[in-house]
């Protein structure tokens, strides 16, 4: 896909994730329920509890990624059991190849930077943010496409495995292909002792825009950091929620004890 096509795909997103709301009452409205019909709709029809135990709920074998849980190993999706629709279940696993392909673009990115004299941490952020873009283009018809073979050929399941790989080979994505690659590459880093940070994949739905997903990272010091590949935005929480005071709007990307605190 050309460079020009995947800059129109990543406008036409950012239109389409354009906030719907003007007050806090609207940002209130964002629903955070996916985890749970997900839950309800593949292994336990009675769950009600969030954040979820990732060794407790389980799909084919893999524990479910959601808010708080760990990524690598784990399986992603994000609509299955909503309303019968089916959807694909995104499995991140280092032992087909592409992650780790990618996992040494970001190390010669940061060996770049040691040769400027740079910290390992200094602009890792933005590396895996471009990287994010660069590897995985938001392109949500081809990602789409796969969706419709998939469900063509598992006619009867709700959800069907696919490697995140897949779609590393085929260079398209969308919002939580791209977090989650994000996701891994920056806990990775953690696993390594590279940053002190904790890495989650959060996501909701706003009425009047769809879903949304993205990645919220709490570094070594306790700051809340969003980083939304989709939008290719990274910011800390607490100065968006001063942008929210002065009117400026982006996604609502805060919990719901981010907003009461």
Not at 105 to 123: C, M, P, Q, T, V
Request: net charge neutral; glycine share 8%; proline share 4%.
């Amino acid at each position: 896909m050309s460079l020009e096509k995947a800059e129109e795909n990543r406008e036409v997103n950012a239109r389409r994730l354009k906030p719907d709301y003007q007050d806090f009452n609207k940002l209130v409205q964002a629903q955070w329920d996916y985890t749970r019909i997900v839950i309800n709709g593949l292994v336990d029809p009675d769950y009600e509890e969030a954040p979820i135990d990732p060794e407790k709920y389980r799909f084919q074998g893999r524990h479910l990624i959601a808010r708080d849980t760990p990524i690598l190993g784990g399986v992603y999706t994000s609509r299955a059991g909503r309303s019968g629709e089916f959807c694909e279940a995104l499995v991140v696993d280092e032992k087909y190849g592409e992650l780790l392909k990618v996992w040494d673009k970001l190390l010669k990115k940061r060996e770049e930077a040691a040769k400027k004299g740079k910290h390992f941490k200094e602009g890792l952020l933005n590396d895996i943010l471009d990287l994010c873009a660069e590897v995985l283009p938001y392109d949500a018809d081809a990602v789409s496409e796969t969706d419709r073979a998939l469900h063509a050929r598992y006619p009867k399941e709700p959800a069907v495995k696919i490697a995140l790989d897949v779609y590393l080979q085929d260079k398209v994505g969308v919002c939580r292909t791209q977090a989650l690659l994000g996701a891994y590459l920056l806990e990775k880093c953690a696993r390594e002792g590279r940053v002190r940070g904790k890495v989650s994949i959060d996501r909701n739905f706003q009425p009047g825009s769809g879903g949304h997903a993205w990645i919220r990272y709490t570094n070594g010091e306790g700051d809340v950091i969003i980083i939304d590949p989709a939008q290719h935005f990274i910011g800390y929480l607490k100065d968006l929620q001063k942008d929210r005071r002065n009117r400026k709007y982006r996604w609502p990307y805060e919990r719901e004890e981010d907003i009461y605190e």
